[in-house]
Each structure stands twice: as structure tokens, then as C-alpha cells.
Nanobody, 117 residues
Framework: QVQLVESGGGLVQPGGSLRLSCAAS????????MGWYRQASGKQRELVAR???????DYADFVKDRFTISRDNAKNTLYLQMNSLKPEDTAVYYC???????????WGQGTQVTVSS
């Protein structure tokens, strides 16, 4: 019922920055949690950061103090500001939305982030 479309990925040098966006559409609850996950080649998908409707945030240790998650509730859009990028950050980044009432989740198609010199 919910569609998520990510954008903003690309190639960046180590130490550089990118800002990812995720636009949500469809049947969206007024109570939901949105987050970013990533999956590197040959690795399992892992949580990067998530944010509640009230703005409470949770970050993975490996991105804390470098990445910032935010949301624009009026636009149903999620953002991830990524600074001080490292080659280890190279992965496909996925947007996720979880209905706070039902626990049902939706995923975007992913956007590739490549950090390389």
C-alpha cells in the first residue's frame, strides 16, 4: 500500500558528502517510523538510522556523528545527510517505513552509494 522512492545516491570521494531522499506515497498511517538501511556487496542488510513521527532518532554506531536522519512530515519525505563518507560506506541504501499500529513494513528500491577515490 505504501510506495517508497529513494534518490540522491552516486559516486563520491572519501571524506565527501551526499544527501539521500525518500519520498513516500500511498496509504500512509499517521503513526509510522521511517529509516535507512544499507546492504554492501556480500553482506547482510543493516540498520543505518531511523526516526519516529515525533522526531526520535536512532543511529547505528558506525555512522553516529557522521550521518543525520530527518523527515518532513508534510511532504512525507525522509532524508539522510551523509558526511565524512568512507569507502566502507559503499552499499545500496534502502528506505524503510513501518506502520506504528500494525508493524507492517515497506521498502524502497534502493539507491547506490559508492565512496571511492
Amino acid at each position: 500500500q505504501v510506495q517508497l522512492v529513494e534518490s540522491g545516491g552516486g559516486l563520491v570521494q572519501p571524506g565527501g558528502s551526499l544527501r539521500l531522499s525518500c519520498a513516500a506515497s500511498g496509504s500512509i498511517s499517521t503513526n509510522y517510523v521511517m529509516g535507512w538501511y544499507r546492504q554492501a556487496s556480500g553482506k547482510q542488510r543493516e540498520l543505518v538510522a531511523r526516526i519516529t513521527i515525533r522526531g526520535y532518532t536512532d543511529y547505528a554506531d558506525f555512522v553516529k556523528d557522521r550521518f543525520t536522519i530527518s523527515r518532513d512530515n508534510a511532504k512525507n519525505t525522509l532524508y539522510l545527510q551523509m558526511n565524512s563518507l568512507k569507502p566502507e560506506d559503499t552499499a545500496v541504501y534502502y528506505c524503510n517505513l513501518v506502520n506504528g499500529a500494525t508493524g507492517f513494513g515497506s521498502w524502497g528500491q534502493g539507491t547506490q552509494v559508492t565512496v571511492s577515490s
